[in-house]
Every structure is written in structure tokens, then in C-alpha cells.
């Protein structure tokens, strides 16, 4: 009889006490043309991202060019007085670096990523893109042909019609918020390159734009560096212009954007609500979360896995001007999509379960997932110089303290079920909502106008 060979196991092997984490604390500084730094050294990250925020918000750009600062930001990559388009995209990628560059409320956001052994050249090759881009004819008028390209995509996309429809419902027509960010088709066709160029010399100046520098810097003697780069880039000082506080009006109602013979309805909910200079900020994160931030959450437990109705259901909260005056807002939405048949038993157990979070409250349970997935994953989040340059200069373009991110997660970990509660029943009142509804009307104006939460309004697709 043969003997059985006996196994011999590893010890299992057993988890460790946790290190303790906090977000990166930037160094500040300024360079001698007005330019503000922040930088964060990341010792192992190869790969060094730098974030430049200008402060050329879409509300300066001239009426009747909604756009302009878009075409502008994609024109930075299109040559300068040293490289023609071609030139400066080939010196770009003997460097391996990435460019891009986007346009929003809050201003223009130039990102470049790039290994450390190449950030002088790099950083060479965006200096001369602040100092003296070349806004060539022939280019601009290719990038608006681009843009006007994208623009029945996104119409025929019904995620992204929605967002146009619920920002003009939401905002009076006369603000910069209730039009799209990229422009239209009749303000994008009106660009040129004498427009682009004038946005450019009335906003763009290093005084009042801000460098994140985030990677491994050893050895780097990063002070030189920026001083031959961006601080060759000069400019006028900054000028004071007004901020306009941002009015909505969140009166409950739906609006329908007929689609005849979709198959879904895509699903818009929202309202504006407080932004990160508000103390509630860290609670309505945290309920906001509990609500639809997640599989497990509450809407994902109801919508999805009980009733099958949609394959997820999220709910968010986007800062879209900061302000530690009060004037800032935040976009608190709900989203998602639902097949056509179930539109009206969807909304109408989704405003059951916002209406029982206001009865009943958030559990314990709830509230301590949200931490744990909130705050413990934080580490893993910030991996990449990338991931932290970008957060470091949001945090710059809300006008928030360089500590910020730091507390905020201390305080999402302190915050208790109760306060949670009442700041997402509060950011989301049942009676204080637009809905948008891109779908076959036929279908679905009858079962939504039956549930009573708001009237209901039909317009075209376009």
C-alpha cells in the first residue's frame, strides 16, 4: 500500500498594523514673473505631472463666442513662434510626454505628464505654448471645424443631451452656465483666430495662474528649472473682475426630450446646492455617497437588484464655481438609465426611496461603508503623481486652503450617521427637483405625469 505524501503549508501569511496616510502637503512658492507653484516631491513617480490653471473662465468669454476659451485651450498644442503644429507634437513625443488641455467654468486647465529625465524639455515645450502660441489661421479654423463636428455627436448622445437640457432649465439664459461649455453650432462657427487670440491677451497672464509640480524630484533643482521655463513667460498684472453669484431655479418639474423609439429613457436629476467652502460639504459627500455613490448603495440596492429596472443608478455632487464668499454652487444630481416600459415604476421608487431617507434616516451600517470606501481607499486613489497634481489643482481653482483634501477626509471619518442624514435629505428635496427624461415621449409622459412630481413639459430632440 502506497503512503500518502504529507503536505507541508506556509504560514498564512497575516496583515499588518496600517501606515498612516494623509494627502501630500504641497510646498508653495512664487516665481519672480507672478507665477504661483506648488510643488509635491513623490519619491519612486517616474512619470512628473504638472497641472497649470489659468484663470480664463467660460463667463469672460465675449458674448456670442460661447466656445472661444475651448478653441483656445486645444490651440496651445498647435505651435508656437519656435515650432509649427507638426514640430511641436514630434518634440512632444521624443520626450514621451502627454498634453492636454480643457476649458470650464472656473478657467483653463493645461495638463502635462511626463518621465523626469525629460521634464526641462518638457516643460520648455508648454512654457512656449503660454508665452507665445501661435494661433495660426489654418489651425483654428481646423479645430472649429473639429468642434462643430463633435457637436451632433454629443446632441445624438443621450447622456450628455441631457446635461445640456438640464443645465438650461436650471439656469437663467442669460448665464454662461445655462449654455454648453463648448459652445454651440452658431457660436462656434463666429471663431476665428483674431477672437482666439483677443481671449488669450485679455486672460491668459502667468500673475494670475498657478503651476502644480508633482513627481520624484530628487536631484531636481526645480527652482532653475521653472525660472527658465514658465518663468520666461511674461504678462500684465492681474486685473479684478467680478464674479457674478450663481442663481438656479430648482422649482420641481420634469421636462421630456422627445426621442420616439428609444428603448431607454436616460435619467437627469438635479438641483444646486452648496459647494466646498460650505461646512455641510463633508456630510452631504458622505450621504450623497450612502444614496448612490455605489453598487451597495441605496438607489443600486432598489433600482437594480430589486427591481431589475437599470444597470446602476448614481448620485453625485460637482462643484461648478467655488467661492469662499458664498457665490460658488454645486451640481447635486442623480443619473442613470431605464428601459423604456419601466420609466414611470422607476421614478416613482426612486422618489419612495428618497422620500424613506427622509422619514427613516441613514443606518450605521450605511454610513460606515461610505467611510470605509470614502477614506480608507483613499491611498490607492492617490497612487499616481497624476491623480494628486490634479486634485492639488482643483483645490487651487476653488480657492480652497492647500490642506484641504487632508481635512476633508478627517472629517468625512468624524462625521456621524445623523448628520449625513439631513445633508443629502436636504440636497435632494423631493419636492425641489428637475427632471430630465431623454426618451420616447409617447411612452412615457402619461406614466410620469401620473406620479405627480412636477408638471411635465415635452421638447424636441433637436
Not at 191 to 206: G, K, L, N, Q, T
Not at 317 to 341: C, E, K, N
Not at 415 to 431: H, L, Q, R, S
Amino acid at each position: 500500500m502506497t503512503e500518502l505524501a504529507t503536505m507541508e503549508f506556509h504560514p498564512r501569511p497575516q496583515s499588518g498594523e496600517p501606515k498612516p496616510w494623509a494627502f501630500p502637503a504641497p510646498e508653495r512658492g512664487t516665481l519672480d514673473n507672478g507665477l504661483t507653484v506648488l510643488r509635491c516631491d513623490r519619491p519612486g513617480q517616474q512619470v512628473v505631472a504638472v497641472e497649470i490653471q489659468l484663470e480664463a473662465p467660460l463667463e469672460a468669454e465675449p458674448a456670442g463666442l460661447d466656445g472661444v476659451a475651448t478653441i483656445m485651450a486645444r490651440a496651445f498644442s498647435e505651435g508656437t513662434d519656435k515650432h509649427s503644429a507638426e514640430e511641436f507634437a514630434a518634440e512632444l513625443e521624443r520626450c514621451g510626454a502627454t498634453l492636454d488641455a480643457h476649458a470650464d467654468h472656473a478657467g483653463v486647465r493645461v495638463s502635462l505628464e511626463v518621465p523626469v529625465s525629460r521634464l526641462a524639455k518638457a516643460l520648455g515645450l508648454v512654457a512656449d505654448a503660454l508665452r507665445a502660441p501661435a494661433f495660426a489661421d489654418s489651425e483654428i479654423e481646423r479645430l472649429v471645424r473639429n468642434r462643430l463636428d463633435e457637436i451632433p455627436h454629443e446632441l445624438a448622445n443621450p447622456s450628455r443631451r441631457a446635461a445640456k437640457e438640464l443645465s438650461r432649465q436650471l439656469f437663467p439664459a442669460d448665464s454662461r452656465m445655462s449654455r454648453p461649455r463648448q459652445g454651440s453650432e452658431e457660436t462656434v462657427a463666429g471663431i476665428d483666430s483674431s477672437a482666439v487670440r483677443a481671449f488669450y491677451e485679455r486672460h491668459v497672464r502667468p500673475a494670475t495662474a498657478t503651476a502644480v509640480v508633482v513627481g520624484d524630484l530628487t536631484g531636481i533643482d526645480l527652482d532653475a528649472l521653472l525660472g527658465d521655463t514658465l518663468g520666461a513667460w511674461t504678462g500684465p498684472a492681474a486685473e479684478a473682475r467680478p464674479v457674478p453669484p450663481v442663481t438656479s431655479d430648482d422649482t420641481g418639474r420634469v421636462v421630456i426630450v422627445d426621442r420616439p423609439g428609444s428603448v431607454q429613457t436616460q435619467l437627469l436629476i438635479g438641483r444646486t446646492g452648496p459647494d466646498r467652502h460650505d461646512r455641510v460639504w463633508p456630510a452631504q459627500v458622505l450621504g450623497t455617497y450612502c444614496l448612490g455613490g455605489t453598487l451597495t448603495s441605496r438607489l443600486d440596492r432598489v433600482l437594480r437588484e430589486e427591481k431589475g429596472y437599470t444597470y446602476g443608478v448614481r448620485s453625485f455632487g460637482q462643484v461648478l464655481r467655488s467661492a469662499p464668499d458664498g457665490t460658488g454652487a454645486a451640481m447635486l444630481a442623480i443619473s442613470g438609465s431605464i428601459d423604456t416600459p419601466n420609466t414611470g415604476p422607476a421614478l416613482e421608487d426612486l422618489w419612495t426611496v428618497l422620500r424613506t431617507l427622509a422619514a427613516e434616516g441613514l443606518t450605521d451600517a450605511e454610513r460606515d461603508v461610505a467611510v470605509q470606501n470614502l477614506v480608507g481607499v483613499a491611498p490607492l486613489k492617490y497612487e499616481t503623481a497624476a491623480a494628486v497634481a490634479g486634485t492639488l489643482a482643483d483645490q487651487v481653482e476653488q480657492h480652497l486652503p492647500d490642506d484641504f483634501q487632508a481635512t476633508l477626509y478627517r472629517q468625512l471619518a468624524a462625521t456621524g450617521t445623523v448628520e449625513a442624514t439631513a445633508a443629502v435629505v436636504n440636497a435632494f428635496p423631493v419636492d425641489r427637483l428637475v427632471t430630465v427624461l431623454v426618451g420616447d415621449a409617447a411612452q412615457i409622459k402619461a406614466p410620469v405625469e401620473a406620479l405627480g412630481i412636477g408638471e411635465v413639459t415635452v421638447v424636441p430632440a433637436e
